[in-house]
């Protein structure tokens, strides 16, 4: 006996571990679904057509592999250069609708912004080149 009575039951109430591989989870989801229901009052089913025997040249082809799919009879032809650049601008105007514009306050604020980090990076820049410059020209006279 253990030294937790509660214990044993725990063990017993378990919920079986869950599927581990791809096919024991179908297999349980195949078992969990209930049965097709068969009602008394529903019209028999017909039975169903039996599909029409494919022609030849359809059956060899779908049998192989590594062919590529063969290609439809009523495909539509690419339309003309001035077509396509008409597309192109209508859809580059549906783009800029969907932008969110900033506002003057916005804008000035951001410029700003960019101005001020410019200057700091072209000091820097301008820093590390010069000291460089001088070191080299030290080393090298």
Known sequence: MSEEPGKERDEEQ????????????RERRASSRPAARKDSDAPAEKPKAKPKAKPESDAVASDKKGHATPSRDGKDKRPGLIGRLFRFLKEVVAELRK????TRKQMVTYT?????????????IAGLDLGIGKGVFAIFG
Do not use: Y
């Open 99 to 102: 932008v969110i514009w900033p």
């Open 112 to 124: 700003a912004v960019v101005l001020v980090f410019l200057a700091v990076m072209v000091a820097i």
């Open 14 to 25: 378990k919920p079986p571990s869950r599927p581990v591989t791809a096919a024991a989870r």
